[in-house]
């Protein structure tokens, strides 16, 4: 699989192959997403956590605050570089995930995975995020509690950080005036999911993908970069860090778009940087 390119040295459009099985997707970012239900799994009767403080006995000491996130397993480790604001069990369970063909191969899979959450996906494959941000604004639709943003493939740059000031500032204004959307349509806690490391060790081997990694990699880490600042900048927001879970064969079909075992370890990437606790993943 290749990306069609304006030039030899912009990033561009990553289509994604395989059915869609658990959602149907919108072509359009105005009415923008696809619901899913979290498998057939029962939503959670308990409710939102009491408003009020706990009870206590006299004499003894109340029960700690919820921590940011819950502890991660060890092959999660180095999952969430950075917290964000944590989540807050009063909020509704619901989660839209914004991304481009990368996250969209995690649609079978992810639901499932997050039983008792409304899940929507958001997007279409070589989604940049300037065009997310029009999309949604223009479309006002709420998102929501939970809005993963899993976009960065498909933006702008020169080899060898030519004009990097340049195109960092237009990856930063775009960036910055999505998480301001989202959050005006309803997002409490935003995810923002970094790039992969894509190369010939940890991808499927064969000309199509030398040819990948060669083409498009380059600037992966020249997005990280932005991100890492981004969560400088807004420190309510939690950086989901594939890049750093992801740097294993056996978890894309190409360079960077899921296969089956990289679409349940997404989706526990993810969960990580939302706060919701995770569950084990057959095959790691």
Known sequence: MTRAGRSAQTSVAVRARGPVVACVLAITLGGLVASCSGGSSKVDQAGPAPSGPAATTPGTTPPPPPTSTPPLPAWLAGAVAHDGVPLDESWPKTMTIITDSVVLG??????????????????????????????????????????????????NWQRD?????????????????????????????????????????????????????????????????????????????????????????????????LNPLGSNLMTEVIKAAAGIPNTQVPGL
Request: a neutral charge.
């Open 106 to 155: 995690a649609r079978s899979y992810l639901p499932a995975r997050v039983p008792g959450w409304k899940v929507e996906f958001a997007g279409f494959p070589a989604l940049t995020l300037k065009t997310a941000e029009t999309a949604l604004r223009g479309g006002g639709r709420p998102v929501g509690a939970v809005v993963v943003l899993a976009l960065g493939y498909n933006s």
């Open 161 to 257: 950080r030519q004009m990097y000031d340049f195109f960092a500032n237009q990856f930063d204004t775009n960036a910055d005036r999505l998480i301001d959307t989202v959050k005006s349509l309803g997002a409490k806690k935003i995810v923002w999911v970094n790039l992969r490391h894509a190369t010939l060790e940890n991808s499927p081997s064969g000309p199509a993908t030398v040819k990948e990694v060669n083409e498009y990699s380059w600037y992966f880490p020249y997005v990280n970069e932005r991100l890492n600042e981004l969560a400088n900048r807004h420190p309510d927001v939690a950086l989901a860090n594939w890049e750093a879970v992801s740097d294993r064969p056996g978890l894309t079909y190409d360079y960077i778009h």
